[in-house]
């Protein structure tokens, strides 16, 4: 379960880290193009959604593979679970259901990390 763990923490972190970079250092404009969504916030609340997912890749990775302060790799993937909901209610409000969807895929994985770690396979 710990190898299971581990590789889903790795796929959450690569999509969240992409996807963070992506929104906190693009403009607002270009992005509109790829994320419909973007269009309802402003600039300083997408960027902030970036960092937010950028910061919680690298604390899905971080804590756990340095030995310091593992905790904050459930509370990694507990942000996320957040998160996840936030944009899912987003998708839902804007009637993407696409986007629902791929949202929570994203949440149930992010969930399954954060029981493993917070439970039976923490370090």
Not at 106 to 122: E, T, Y
């Amino acid at each position: 379960m710990n190898v299971f763990l581990w590789i889903l923490q790795a796929v959450l972190a690569a999509m969240f880290a992409m996807a963070g970079v992506m929104k906190s250092t693009q403009p607002k404009d270009k992005l509109v193009d790829k994320l419909p969504w973007v269009a309802d916030f402003s600039p300083a609340a997408v960027r902030f959604i970036g960092l937010v997912e950028f910061a919680a890749a690298l604390g899905l990775i971080l804590p756990a593979a340095s030995d310091i302060a593992p905790v904050l790799t459930p509370l990694a993937a507990t942000g996320l679970v957040i998160t996840m909901i936030l944009a899912a209610i987003t998708h839902a409000r804007r009637k993407e259901p696409s986007a629902i969807a791929f949202n929570a895929v994203l949440l149930a994985l992010a969930a399954v990390v954060a029981w493993g770690r917070f439970g039976p396979n923490s370090f």
